[in-house]
Every structure is written in C-alpha cells, then in structure tokens.
C-alpha cells in the first residue's frame, strides 16, 4: 500500500533510520553528559559514545579514528578543508583547483579565498559531467596546494574518478579534498586507495540527524590546517565548542548501518533507478538523461523533459516530493549551475527533474511515481502550442530546446 506523499528527493535529506534514533534518544535524557567533563561518569559516558561513533565514521571510509574530526555538517567541514589547508600551506603556494559542478559549500569557499589573494581555478567537465584527468594534470603548477573534487554531484549523482584524481595529487604532493556528502555512505569508499587527504561529510545525507558531520584529516603524512573557530580547543584544537553528543552518535550509528547495507542497497536502487529510466525513455519522446549514464549513484535519476517547464512538472506532481535543482540553491531563480556546466540550454536545464531514490523507497512508489510522470508530461504537451507545432513538422526545434549531445 502506497502512502502519499511519496519521498523522492533523497539527495536533499534522508529520514532518520529508525536504529539511528533509537541509538541517540538516550543521549537527550539519560546520558546529557559533556564529553569535556572528565571527572564524573556522566563525561565519561558520554566521551565513550563520542569516540565509538568516530571508530564508526573511520570504519566507513578507512580511515584511523584519530582522523575523524566532528563538524556541524559537510558545509562546515567543507570550509574547513578548504581554508583551512590553503591558510596553513599560503607560504608554499596560493593556487587551488577545483571544478565548475562542485556543491555550492565548495564554491563559495573559493570564492571566498579568491578574496583573500588565492588563484582558484575551475576545471570544466564533459557532456556526461566527469573530470578529464589529463585536463586536470595540465591544471597543475608549481604553486597547486590542494585540489578539490567532490565524489558524487548533489544534482546529476555523477561519480568523479577519485582513485586517479588521488594518484595526479600524490604524485605531485598536492592536498586532495573530496566533498562525499551525497557519496559516504552509498558508494565504497577507500581514503588509503584513493589517496584521499580530506574528506568532508553529512549524516543527514545518510539517514542520520540534521547539523552535525565530520571531515577526515589524514594523519600519515600529517595535513596540517589552520583552525576556523578558536575555544576550548576540543576535536585537536581544529573545531572548538561543546559536542554535540546526539548527534555524534547518531552520525556514527548511520554510518555503522550503511556500512552493513551498503552493497545490497545500491543493487536495489539501480534497479528500481534503471526501470524508471527505461520506462520514461521508452514512453516518452524528447527525455534525455543528464550526466554519465552508468558513473553515477545507484539511486540518482536527472531527466531533463524537453518542452516542459520543471517547476510546472512539480506541480503536477504534487504528491511526489522532488526537486528541480539541490536543495542548498533553491531560493535562487538562476538556472543550475550544474547543469549549465554540462552544457544544457536554460530551457533544458529548467526542464530537468532529479529523481533521489532512498533506502525506505518501494517498488510500488517507483511504479507510481513513473506512470504519473509519464502522465503529466503527456498532459501538459497536449496544451502546448509549441510541442505541436515542432512535432507536426511546421517548425523547427529552437536551440533552447535542443539537448547537446
């Protein structure tokens, strides 16, 4: 039995898996302790929590616990990364390279450091929305200190080759960063393969609770950052302020879940991902996949629906909760920046509607969710001037409308 609304918009949050909650709500009541407080069983217990959930964020991505350092969320590890490793390397050089599709928490921060006399660079990407390599070695020079790439795109869900983009890094002894908010969690990830010297994630992205994170700092060789917020100098002097216990505790046992479900999770997500795709395609004329069709997060489907306006879609869609864009940039009315860097129109990229399918997702709701776009968009062309008249021929295609293959 299906219950509306229906959850599809997975990339923007995830409900909090019900071990998770039942992991953190002694946390509120019966151990309120402070961490910081060492000379009672309450900090005591409530140190213990802290540092079992780091031994299970660093299980997650294989990494050491010491290297787990508890933030408020991907956004704040985000900015910590980045200036934090470009003011502790300035004397060594000020260049840092990046790419145009990053989440807006990497972005603004270059352009924040951009400010402060650092030269920031922003590689573009291809049709299918990945990283050319080469492109990205030749970026590279003398003065590089860090390169920034994240793991999985927030829109298009697309994977970034972060084995080798860690190997070119290596290789020249420049810091690598990679946002993996959308990708921690759903995908494997290795920071000693990868070659991976920061890390940012969110636990709201992986059934876990709202405003708490972590950013892996490696330790061997040490990554040295300046520090952003100055207090009681807890989480080795680089995030000072009390612990958000809870929380903590919560993001620790979200990873400990995802990393038992992991494999048998993306395999159903595909699934259910690629029969979506394959009926919307197949039913429907002038649909086009935005980014690379296999390199991408089993639950993430991106369509752009040619001579349809997205938020019009939405709102014949009104029991599915989806989204035209990431959540982090919907107050604005600019077209995605993603999808522009992948080459789409303005009307395209308008046009596109992200699909984010989740551990709690049904077979049913799939099923429903794709005869009731396959519906809308059928309803909403038959009242469109322009449909019929490019699909009888007495018109051409307008290039706003053409996709860039």
Same mark, same amino acid.
């Given at each position: 039995?299906?219950?509306?609304?229906?959850?599809?918009?997975?990339?923007?949050?995830?409900?909090?898996?019900?071990?998770?909650?039942?992991?953190?709500?002694?946390?509120?009541?019966?151990?309120?302790?402070?961490?910081?407080?060492?000379?009672?069983?309450?900090?005591?217990?409530?140190?213990?929590?802290?540092?079992?959930?780091?031994?299970?964020?660093?299980?997650?991505?294989? &990494?050491?616990?010491? %290297? *787990?350092?508890?933030?408020?969320?991907? !956004? #704040?590890?985000?900015?910590? @990364?980045? /200036?934090?490793?470009?003011?502790?390397?300035?004397?060594?050089?000020?260049?840092?390279?990046?790419?145009?599709?990053?989440?807006?928490?990497?972005?603004?921060?270059?352009?924040?450091?951009?400010?402060?006399?650092?030269?920031?660079?922003?590689?573009?990407?291809?049709?299918?929305?990945?990283?050319?390599?080469?492109?990205?070695?030749?970026?590279?020079?003398?003065?590089?200190?860090?390169?920034?790439?994240? &793991?999985?795109?927030? %829109? *298009?869900?697309?994977?970034?080759?972060? !084995? #080798?983009?860690?190997?070119? @890094?290596? /290789?020249?002894?420049?810091?690598?960063?990679?946002?993996?908010?959308?990708?921690?969690?759903?995908?494997?990830?290795?920071?000693?393969?990868?070659?991976?010297?920061?890390?940012?994630?969110?636990?709201?992205?992986?059934?876990?609770?709202?405003?708490?994170?972590?950013?892996?700092?490696?330790?061997?060789?040490?990554?040295?950052?300046?520090?952003?917020?100055?207090?009681?100098?807890?989480?080795?002097?680089?995030?000072?302020?009390?612990?958000?216990?809870?929380?903590?505790?919560?993001?620790?046992?979200?990873?400990?879940?995802?990393?038992?479900?992991?494999?048998?999770?993306?395999?159903?997500?595909?699934?259910?991902?690629?029969?979506?795709?394959?009926?919307?395609?197949?039913?429907?004329?002038?649909?086009?996949?935005?980014?690379?069709?296999?390199?991408?997060?089993?639950?993430?489907?991106?369509?752009?629906?040619?001579?349809?306006?997205?938020?019009?879609?939405?709102?014949?869609?009104?029991?599915?909760?989806?989204?035209?864009?990431?959540?982090?940039?919907?107050?604005?009315?600019?077209?995605?920046?993603?999808?522009?860097?992948?080459?789409?129109?303005?009307?395209?990229?308008?046009?596109?509607?992200?699909?984010?399918?989740?551990?709690?997702?049904?077979?049913?709701?799939?099923?429903?969710?794709?005869?009731?776009?396959?519906?809308?968009?059928?309803?909403?062309?038959?009242?469109?001037?322009?449909?019929?008249?490019?699909?009888?021929?007495?018109?051409?295609?307008?290039?706003?409308?053409?996709?860039?293959?």
């Amino acid at each position: 039995m299906i219950t509306f609304p229906i959850y599809l918009d997975n990339h923007a949050t995830t409900p909090v898996d019900p071990q998770v909650l039942d992991a953190m709500l002694p946390f509120f009541r019966e151990k309120y302790g402070n961490p910081s407080s060492r000379n009672h069983t309450f900090g005591w217990v409530a140190e213990e929590a802290v540092e079992n959930a780091r031994r299970q964020v660093a299980q997650l991505i294989n &990494a050491e616990p010491r %290297e *787990i350092i508890f933030t408020s969320g991907a !956004t #704040e590890s985000d900015n910590l @990364a980045l /200036k934090g490793a470009a003011l502790a390397r300035r004397d060594r050089g000020r260049h840092i390279i990046s790419v145009a599709t990053e989440h807006k928490a990497v972005l603004e921060t270059c352009d924040s450091l951009r400010d402060q006399g650092f030269d920031i660079t922003l590689a573009p990407v291809g049709r299918d929305g990945l990283l050319d390599c080469d492109l990205l070695g030749r970026s590279i020079r003398p003065e590089t200190i860090l390169i920034s790439v994240m &793991a999985a795109n927030n %829109e *298009i869900g697309v994977l970034q080759p972060l !084995t #080798e983009i860690g190997r070119i @890094a290596r /290789k020249r002894g420049i810091l690598f960063h990679t946002d993996a908010a959308q990708a921690a969690g759903r995908i494997q990830i290795d920071v000693e393969s990868m070659s991976i010297d920061l890390l940012s994630l969110s636990a709201h992205k992986m059934y876990g609770p709202k405003g708490v994170g972590a950013l892996y700092v490696r330790r061997n060789p040490p990554v040295q950052l300046a520090r952003l917020l100055d207090g009681g100098g807890q989480e080795r002097g680089l995030r000072s302020g009390t612990l958000n216990v809870p929380g903590i505790v919560g993001l620790g046992k979200a990873c400990e879940v995802a990393r038992s479900l992991m494999d048998d999770e993306a395999n159903r997500l595909t699934l259910f991902r690629d029969r979506m795709k394959a009926r919307l395609l197949s039913e429907l004329n002038d649909v086009f996949l935005n980014g690379h069709p296999n390199a991408r997060l089993p639950g993430n489907l991106n369509l752009a629906f040619s001579y349809v306006e997205g938020e019009t879609l939405l709102m014949g869609l009104r029991d599915v909760a989806l989204s035209s864009g990431s959540a982090c940039t919907t107050a604005s009315a600019d077209p995605s920046h993603v999808l522009k860097a992948i080459g789409l129109s303005s009307a395209m990229a308008a046009s596109s509607i992200r699909f984010g399918l989740g551990r709690f997702t049904t077979e049913e709701e799939v099923e429903w969710v794709t005869q009731k776009v396959i519906d809308v968009v059928q309803q909403l062309r038959a009242v469109s001037p322009l449909y019929q008249m490019i699909t009888a021929g007495a018109m051409p295609v307008p290039d706003a409308w053409k996709y860039p293959f």
